[in-house]
């Protein structure tokens, strides 16, 4: 195998239960660079859960999460992110009574900090010349430059999803994950959204992952798609294929909310 054709995320049989529910269900996938694979699935289906136990918000009752190759199934949820699984977090992450460039600065200073003493720390950020031009280059990428000095609980819920892409660019993680990123904009602010993934992915060979409901954004993105279904992995392929299976338009797509 090449290195190029090596996984940089796998699940093995990955399980959780809550009492006598199997909420996801001994899933196995490879997630490969460069390619973006949308998680899609009626609701209730396991999507959420699923990348809580990659990103280790939820510990798994059984299987293995693999991070270019090593397990890190018992490892929390700080660690994996400075190991470079980065999750936008449908907003909880954010600070509401700092600015959007305070926001982002701290993510930037967060990612500088990870396998650095605190003497190259302070040495590398001792004019902050570095640190607020770092920062300010992640808000022009998500266009919110222009409202760096205002308070994020002043934001409306569309600026509030793109500092929070910034925020994760910022970390400059391996592995991207998305839970429904364009939720709550407006018709204006989602291209923005779409565009930046679109070339996030490929810049810097990314590993992208994304839950997502709607049909229009899926099409757009995906170079696969995975289906879970009562927890389990009912489909994986390019979207055509997944798209076009029986098992998909019965479990998913055949119902009109989604289609
Ligand atoms: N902490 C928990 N305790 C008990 N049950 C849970 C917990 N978290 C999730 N579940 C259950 O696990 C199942 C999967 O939920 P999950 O939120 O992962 O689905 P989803 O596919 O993300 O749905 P949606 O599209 O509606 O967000 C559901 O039946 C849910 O009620």
Do not use: C
């Amino acid at each position: 195998m090449t290195p190029a054709a090596m996984p940089s995320l796998s699940t093995r049989e990955l399980s959780i239960r809550f009492g006598g529910h199997v909420a996801v269900d001994q899933v196995s996938a490879d997630f490969y660079p460069g390619t973006l694979t949308v998680i899609v699935g009626p609701n209730g289906a396991g999507k959420t859960t699923y990348f809580n136990l990659i990103s280790g918000q939820l510990p798994a009752s059984s299987g293995t999460v693999l991070l270019d190759g090593a397990d890190i199934t018992r490892h929390g949820a700080a660690r994996r992110t400075a190991l470079g699984i980065g999750r936008a977090f449908q907003l909880t992450n954010l600070f509401p009574h700092l600015t959007v460039a305070e926001n982002v600065r701290l993510a930037v200073q967060s990612r500088a900090g990870a396998g650095m003493n605190m003497r190259s720390m302070l040495t590398r950020w001792s004019s902050h010349t570095d640190l607020i031009v770092r920062a300010d280059y992640y808000l022009e990428r998500v266009s919110m430059a222009s409202r760096r000095d205002t308070r994020v609980m002043a934001l409306s819920h569309g600026d509030k999803r793109k500092l929070e892409v910034a925020i994760l660019l910022a970390l400059e993680p391996a592995v991207m994950m998305f839970d429904e990123p364009t939720a709550g904009m407006s018709v204006d602010e989602v291209p923005v959204v779409l565009d930046l993934i679109h070339q996030v992915k490929a810049e810097r060979n990314r590993t992208i992952l994304l839950v997502e409901h709607k049909m229009d954004v899926v099409r757009s993105l995906a170079d696969r798609i995975i289906v879970l279904h009562n927890g389990s992995l009912v489909a994986d392929g390019n979207p055509a294929e997944v798209m076009a299976s029986p098992i998909v338009q019965q479990a998913y797509l055949g119902t009109p909310e989604h289609a």
